[in-house]
């Protein structure tokens, strides 16, 4: 791994991504950049907003777009959403231009850090542990397979993730997926 290249964080809601995130840029010494807050700056309105007015179709076409424009930027630690990796052209720009770091957490972890937060359009829901569990069953296949590193964020605070993620890229074992 190059630590000097980019880092791209895929995983789903509640990995940790955005804090972990920061966190990681500052032990790398690169900028950090949230695809969705990228979203919000430039749209001026919020995620559940673009969900509302254009669906996740539309919100969907603005996140390819904002990849696609933030990928090709040097240095930067990308915290993606959660279901970033679902169109193709995503998957190709992360993969061709950094390094993917799956953050992954168990279904308890997932549903106690996102149960109070009403920013995300998808578990507003009536059952949204049974959401998260049917985005996991549809998305852990392509984060497992675009993933360079494989980091557990479980019950453990975002500086040792973070800690553990540079270390992987600046020493990587043998087997780059292995699990920490």
Known sequence: MNPQGNVF????????KTTIGRHLAALLHKRFVDVDQEIEK???????????????????RRESAAIEDLTQDLGI????????????????????????????ADIETLV??????????????????GKIEELLRQREPIYRA??????????????SVARDVALHLTTPGPDEKSLR
Do not use: C, H
């Not at 964080?9 to 990995?15: E, F, K, Q």
């Open 112 to 129: 106690e850090r996102t149960r109070r937060d009403r920013n995300r359009p998808l578990l507003q829901t009536e059952d949204p542990r």
């Open 77 to 104: 630690v990308l915290a993606t959403g959660g279901g970033a990796v679902l169109q193709e052209e995503n998957r190709k720009a992360l993969k061709t231009r950094g390094t993917v770091v799956y953050l992954q």
């Open 9 to 16: 964080l895929i995983g789903p809601m509640g990995a940790g």
């Open 146 to 159: 675009l993933a360079d590193i494989v980091i557990d964020t479980g019950q453990r605070a975002p500086s």
């Open 42 to 60: 430039r749209t001026g309105v919020t995620i559940r907003v673009i969900f509302e007015i254009e669906g996740e179709a539309g919100f969907r």
